[in-house]
């Protein structure tokens, strides 16, 4: 395993709430020069669910997030030709004809994106992944019964034999949902901040930040430690850049 030991300690230290001293613009180069090819394509691989994102965000006319690996129109022309994805995002997106189709459905790529990924990485990426994917389920199934939805509906485009779907959907008919005991916290945070959804993202932040640094620890001068200073400034950057309002659209982006 290579070991990064000039490049990480040249990384200046990250804190949610305290403006980055390095771009995630000049991170990537330093990337660019440092990684090994194999290296370097587990952080384009860790890009990819930006693109996947920027995507949905594509078809229904948003700004899209610069940090991913390509642009609005390098991605226009992937989607013409067919190229630059894994062949399961063109099957699912030839499914539908219209743009407003597949935002509809949207979901249930995401939901093949992080299961095809998982069974494939290793490492901090597959942690990384694994963790995303179960955060947002978490946060669906909290958010569904606060509103009353029906959690079959709300989960329709998972792998109901997963165990980890199952878990959620057999608390369908409960009153209350309670995720496991892991992601116990998040439910505390969705209560406490009440309702209030600006308050609800910045406590969240906060909480995955924490996790996230938590999955690196112990693996100094890594490709993992690398790949998780990487996923930490993407949410310090997303904090310092977030006006309220912004926030509250994130939020509501991530629970659709």
Request: aromatic share 14%.
């Amino acid at each position: 395993m290579t070991r990064y030991y000039f490049l990480e300690a040249s990384l200046p230290p990250l804190k949610i709430g305290v403006k980055p001293e390095i771009t995630f613009e000049e991170f990537i180069y330093r990337l660019q020069i440092n990684l090994s090819k194999s290296d370097w394509e587990k952080a384009l691989k860790i890009r990819q669910l930006i693109d996947l994102l920027n995507i949905r965000a594509l078809f229904s006319g948003q700004k899209l997030d610069h940090r991913g690996n390509y642009s609005e129109k390098e991605l226009d022309e992937m989607l013409l030709v067919q190229e630059g994805f894994p062949q399961y995002v063109f099957d699912f997106l030839g499914q539908f004809e219209t743009n407003a189709a597949k935002l509809r459905h949207f979901a249930g790529l995401l939901a093949r994106f992080f299961l095809e990924e998982m069974n494939h990485a290793k490492g901090f990426i597959k942690k990384y992944f694994s963790f995303e994917r179960e955060y947002r389920l978490v946060m669906s199934a909290i958010r569904a019964k606060s509103q009353g939805r029906d959690l079959n509906e709300v989960l329709q485009f998972e792998e109901l034999s997963d165990p980890f779907v199952a878990q959620i959907l057999v608390q369908k008919d409960a009153e209350r949902y309670e995720p496991p005991m892991e992601y116990a916290e998040l439910k505390e945070l969705f209560i406490s901040t009440g309702a209030d959804p600006w308050e609800q993202h910045k406590a969240f932040t906060e909480w995955k930040y924490a996790r996230i640094e938590e999955m690196s620890e112990g693996i100094p001068f890594t490709i993992d430690a690398i790949l998780s200073y990487m996923v930490r400034l993407l949410l310090v950057e997303d904090w310092e850049a977030l006006d309220e309002q912004q926030g509250r659209e994130a939020l509501k982006a991530c629970a659709d």
